[in-house]
């Protein structure tokens, strides 16, 4: 098993690295480089920070080309966390309108501004199907670590899971070989390292 942390300069490489390793992935590549993503055997798309900054970085790098070979065309397994779930979209309002990646039908938008306090931070509950690959064995309202200002909406059907901050939105979805989850599994204990070893052997 061959896991690929896409490397565009931003995202929480250092920490998914250490989850994967104690989950026993001895194979873990941090890299933009196509041919070594291409040899993978599933892709991280990890994120921390500005939509536009990462987007920007992204086509430089030319990754949105790769990106969009591999799991679109090539259908291999990719999983968005944090930022990196969010560029899979469309399109974000954050900095200004900032076409995504576009291999989902959704938008993110900031939360509005209510009693809650922007960004969301801390461990929250998120409702789970475990009918669903990313929770498989697991049931209910599950904890999981967030900390963002903007949220993903769709009105299609996504496979997603919901969390609640003042409204509902998008904590996790999954479509065929794409997964995306808006809090990060690897600094929420034993229910993310769970969710990132159903990704692991279950797409």
Do not use: W
Not at 162 to 168: A, I, R
């Amino acid at each position: 098993m061959t896991v690929a942390i896409v490397d565009y300069g931003m995202g929480n490489i250092k920490s998914i690295e250490s989850a994967l390793k104690y989950l026993g992935i001895k194979n873990i590549s941090l890299t933009n480089s196509y041919d070594i993503l291409e040899k993978a055997d599933k892709l991280i798309l990890p994120g921390v920070g500005s939509f536009r900054h990462a987007m920007d970085n992204i086509k430089a790098l030319n990754l949105d080309q790769s990106l969009h070979e591999l799991v679109i065309n090539k259908k291999k397994p990719i999983l968005g966390i944090c930022l990196g779930m969010q560029l899979m979209t469309k399109s974000s309002c954050e900095d200004g309108f900032t076409l995504g990646l576009n291999f989902i039908d959704a938008e993110v938008t900031r939360f509005e501004q209510n009693s809650f306090r922007i960004p969301h931070v801390g461990f929250n509950q998120v409702n789970v199907d475990s009918n669903l690959n990313l929770y498989h064995e697991m049931s209910g309202a599950v904890d999981f670590y967030f900390t963002h200002s903007y949220k993903v909406l769709s009105n299609q059907p996504l496979h997603q899971c919901l969390c609640n901050y003042g409204s509902d939105f998008i904590a996790s979805f999954e479509v065929n070989n794409i997964a995306g989850v808006q809090f990060h599994p690897e600094l929420s204990q034993h229910n993310g390292l769970k969710l990132l070893n159903n990704f692991i052997k279950r797409f």
